[in-house]
């Protein structure tokens, strides 16, 4: 049982970093609604505060929402905390793995 603040769902998302002032693309592996996992992990700079846009799926409109790197390994990625994201959103990444999760259950005969 994990005993974190909320549940992590495994994901394979499209995100935009946005650093400064350069612009990464990468990927989320995990994500909840009050952070995500990056790989590759994001660059070293100047301040742990950034702004993501990362993408459920094609056809939704993007969760746009800043963050907080938390930590980084070079091999496991990097660890970011929502420090500004609507409820709405945090709802909309609850609510799309929780529908994932149910239609990948088999039906109970």
């Known amino acids: 049982?994990?005993?974190?603040?909320?549940p992590r769902y495994q994901a394979d998302?499209?995100?935009t970093i946005?650093?400064?002032s350069k612009c990464i693309q990468s990927r989320i592996p995990q994500v909840s609604r009050g952070g995500c996992l990056v790989f590759p992990p994001v660059p070293p700079h100047q301040s742990p505060a950034i702004k993501l846009s990362l993408q459920l799926a094609d056809g939704l409109?993007?969760?746009?929402c800043k963050g907080e790197i938390v930590y980084s390994i070079s091999d496991r990625g990097t660890g970011v905390a929502f420090t500004e994201i609507s409820l709405y959103n945090q709802d909309r990444i609850t609510d799309f793995f929780e529908k994932q999760q149910a239609a990948e259950k088999p039906a109970a005969s």
């Open 1 to 6: 049982m994990q005993k974190r603040r909320f």
């Open 13 to 15: 998302l499209e995100v």
């Open 18 to 20: 946005y650093l400064d």
């Open 61 to 64: 409109p993007p969760i746009n």
